[in-house]
């Protein structure tokens, strides 16, 4: 009870969104978040990531001559 007391008034300059445009606005807009559309392009970033990762890895194990234009030709048909 005592402790209660004492913490509402340390935290009572804290403005709440109705006196404060600027929270409001913030309050807004993270009530408004809808991070679907993030969570898809970050899931499309890591798969491309995963993907440069196999092909270097699988290029590094067959040793290919990169100067030959043949079988840069080969490489490129196969992906």
């Known amino acids: 009870s005592g402790c209660g007391s004492l913490i509402s008034s340390q935290f009572s ?3 709440t969104a109705s006196t404060n445009p600027k ?3 913030k ?3 993270v009530a408004e ?3 679907q559309s993030l969570i898809d392009e970050l899931l499309l970033y890591k798969r491309s ?3 440069i990762e196999l092909k270097e890895k ?8 990169v100067c030959s ?5 080969c490489l490129k048909g196969k992906s």
């Not at 699988?58 to 001559?65: C, K, N």
């Open 27 to 29: 309050s807004k807009i």
């Open 69 to 73: 234009t043949e079988t840069l030709k």
């Open 23 to 25: 929270a409001a606005l």
């Open 33 to 35: 978040f809808r991070p």
């Open 13 to 15: 300059f804290i403005p």
């Open 58 to 65: 699988q290029l590094s194990t067959m040793r290919v001559d």
């Open 49 to 51: 990531e995963d993907q």
